[in-house]
């Protein structure tokens, strides 16, 4: 990988509170903040633009009740979104966190999570859409 050096100018107030994060987050210095901040844009800006091999994690806290797991198995089965996987965690006694990972369609990514936070007795839905760089191979499951 090349690194190039850029002169950027801001103003000294949005400095002081990005060198703040830098600091919190505990960066070497500022470089390295500002590729994070920069990947994260470009990943923004691509998701927003969508494409047919778009990925994102679903998170969902429900309470634990058969109905609740059946009505999800039932629209992840019937969504166009491709399921990678779940993962299931017992929180504790009656409630429940499942991670979906999903691939496809930026439209059919939403529909699913839409659908499943508004399935009766799921408490919280959070949807973390990312893409990854262009020229990744989506047709296998295991890339390293």
Same mark, same amino acid.
């Given at each position: 990988? *090349?690194?190039? /050096?850029?002169?950027?100018?801001?103003? $000294?107030?949005?400095? $002081?509170?990005?060198?703040?994060?830098?600091?919190?987050?505990? +960066?070497?210095? /500022?470089?390295?903040?500002?590729?994070?901040?920069?990947?994260? +844009?470009?990943?923004?800006?691509?998701?927003?633009?969508?494409?047919?091999?778009?990925?994102?994690?679903?998170?969902?806290? +429900?309470?634990?009740?058969?109905?609740?797991?059946?009505?999800?198995?039932?629209?992840?089965?019937?969504?166009?979104?491709?399921?990678?996987? *779940?993962?299931?965690?017992?929180?504790?006694?009656?409630?429940?966190?499942?991670?979906?990972?999903?691939?496809?369609?930026?439209?059919?990514?939403?529909?699913?999570?839409? *659908?499943?936070?508004?399935?009766?007795?799921?408490?919280?839905?959070?949807?973390?859409?990312?893409?990854?760089? $262009?020229?990744?191979?989506?047709?296998?499951?295991?890339?390293?």
């Amino acid at each position: 990988m *090349t690194l190039k /050096r850029f002169g950027v100018s801001i103003p $000294e107030d949005l400095l $002081e509170n990005f060198d703040k994060i830098v600091e919190e987050r505990g +960066y070497i210095g /500022r470089s390295e903040a500002i590729r994070d901040a920069m990947r994260s +844009y470009i990943s923004e800006s691509q998701w927003e633009a969508g494409g047919d091999n778009m990925i994102a994690s679903l998170n969902i806290v +429900y309470c634990h009740k058969p109905k609740i797991m059946a009505d999800l198995l039932k629209v992840q089965h019937n969504s166009e979104a491709h399921v990678i996987s *779940t993962v299931h965690v017992h929180m504790s006694k009656s409630h429940c966190l499942e991670v979906i990972t999903l691939r496809g369609s930026k439209d059919s990514i939403f529909k699913l999570a839409n *659908t499943i936070a508004g399935i009766s007795g799921i408490e919280f839905a959070k949807l973390f859409t990312f893409s990854l760089p $262009e020229g990744e191979d989506f047709k296998h499951g295991h890339i390293h």
